[in-house]
């Protein structure tokens, strides 16, 4: 069987990757903690509850299923709580990677996809952000990232493990069918903050900084679907399997929005008003992250078929409206 472990399985991109996955012909085996995922997300494959710290858990998941693959989702990933508190991020992030890894070698699988970020670019300036750029992390989410890519490089000369990096900007919307979607506790990401602002499950949504040096003075991101990026990583898959080496693409459309367009969008798609106040800057925010490369495009062959602003608000609010969560 094709067996994919899929660590973070149980979370937002991981419940979307094991759903792509499973339509794709791959059997896609969660390992997951719960701390920040959902039991009732596994709909796709088998579930191993799990911790990346626990080891001796990783080498039993290995050897009941004898993975062809493992995608690697399972992270903190919070940019304002890794400033808070860097070292559960240097713990989770990168102990649980260092022991993922090893267990994945020691297993004799040498095909590896990993979840990493923009973040570990940092701030460039009017610098094209592909996959060549130096990588200068802002904040300790983006510093763990780059930490496993670097771990990942010397596995790779070492013990010829393949891996497909994958860098994305702000993955957003929901599988268009509603079997999953996105749901974080606490959420800290802009759309399903505002979508709860706009009917009432929590207070205003807050900008976080109107004196950045962009056009209307907030923060620029370059958003994509979530459908759209786990194509990209079964692509990625396919790849490995194919027998090519190891190599890093950016996920993201080139397109950036600010957050003052992204609130203008969504008060157009729901037809509501988005009740929101102006505040600070969020320590750790880099003024602007678009992708500057279609490498993904080329390479994979990878076409985004819904990460346009409208459609990704759409697909978010049409999870949101199925009170999936609301217990
Ligand atoms: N924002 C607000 N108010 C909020 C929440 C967010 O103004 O209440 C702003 C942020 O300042 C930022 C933008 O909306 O400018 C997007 O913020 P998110 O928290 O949704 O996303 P981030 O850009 O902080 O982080 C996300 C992922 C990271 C990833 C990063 C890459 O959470 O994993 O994108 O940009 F690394």
């Given at each position: 069987m094709n067996h994919v472990i899929v660590t973070g399985g149980a979370?937002?991109?991981?419940?979307?990757?094991?759903?792509?996955?499973?339509?794709?012909?791959?059997?896609?085996?969660?390992?997951?903690?719960?701390?920040?995922?959902?039991?009732?997300?596994?709909?796709?494959?088998?579930?191993?509850?799990?911790?990346?710290?626990?080891?001796?858990?990783?080498?039993?998941?290995?050897?009941?299923?004898?993975?062809?693959?493992v995608m690697h989702f399972a992270a903190l990933s919070q940019v304002g709580e890794s400033m808070k508190a860097p070292g559960k991020y240097w713990l989770n992030n990168v102990q649980g990677s260092l022991n993922l890894i090893e267990?994945?070698?020691?297993?004799?699988?040498?095909?590896?996809?990993?979840?990493?970020?923009?973040?570990?670019?940092?701030?460039?300036?009017?610098?094209?952000?592909?996959?060549?750029?130096?990588?200068?992390?802002?904040?300790?989410?983006?510093?763990?990232?780059?930490?496993?890519?670097?771990?990942?490089?010397?596995?790779?000369?070492?013990?010829?493990?393949?891996?497909?990096?994958?860098?994305?900007?702000?993955?957003?919307?929901a599988d268009p069918e509603a079997e999953v979607g996105?749901?974080?506790?606490?959420?800290?990401?802009?759309?399903?903050?505002?979508?709860?602002?706009?009917?009432?499950?929590?207070?205003?949504?807050?900008?976080?900084?109107?004196?950045?040096?962009?056009?209307?003075?907030?923060?620029?991101?370059?958003?994509?679907?979530?459908?759209?990026?786990v194509d990209a990583h079964v692509l990625g898959l396919k790849r490995l399997l194919d027998g090519h080496g190891s190599r890093v693409f950016n996920l993201g459309t080139g397109t950036g929005f600010s957050v003052r367009e992204v609130i203008d969008q969504s008060r157009a798609v729901t037809n509501r008003a988005v009740p929101y106040n102006e505040g600070p800057r969020r320590a750790g925010d880099c003024t602007k992250l678009v992708s500057g490369s279609t490498r993904a495009e080329k390479e994979l062959g990878w076409e985004p078929k819904r990460s346009k602003m409208d459609l990704m608000i759409a697909d978010a609010w049409r999870w949101h409206q199925t009170g999936h969560y609301d217990k």
């Open positions: 979370g937002y991109i991981g419940s979307h990757a094991c759903k792509a996955l499973a339509q794709a012909g791959f059997v896609p085996v969660t390992f997951d903690n719960l701390v920040t995922g959902w039991e009732d997300a596994v709909k796709f494959g088998p579930f191993e509850k799990g911790d990346l710290l626990d080891r001796a858990r990783l080498d039993e998941v290995f050897s009941a299923y004898e993975p062809v693959a267990a994945t070698v020691e297993a004799g699988v040498r095909n590896f996809v990993f979840s990493s970020t923009c973040a570990t670019y940092g701030d460039h300036d009017n610098v094209t952000l592909d996959e060549s750029v130096e990588q200068l992390p802002i904040n300790a989410y983006g510093a763990s990232k780059r930490a496993i890519e670097d771990m990942l490089r010397d596995f790779d000369a070492a013990y010829g493990l393949h891996s497909v990096i994958f860098r994305y900007f702000n993955v957003a919307g996105e749901f974080h506790q606490p959420e800290t990401h802009l759309i399903p903050l505002m979508l709860d602002a706009i009917d009432g499950k929590r207070d205003a949504l807050t900008i976080f900084g109107t004196d950045y040096d962009t056009p209307d003075g907030t923060c620029i991101r370059d958003y994509v679907h979530v459908c759209d990026l």
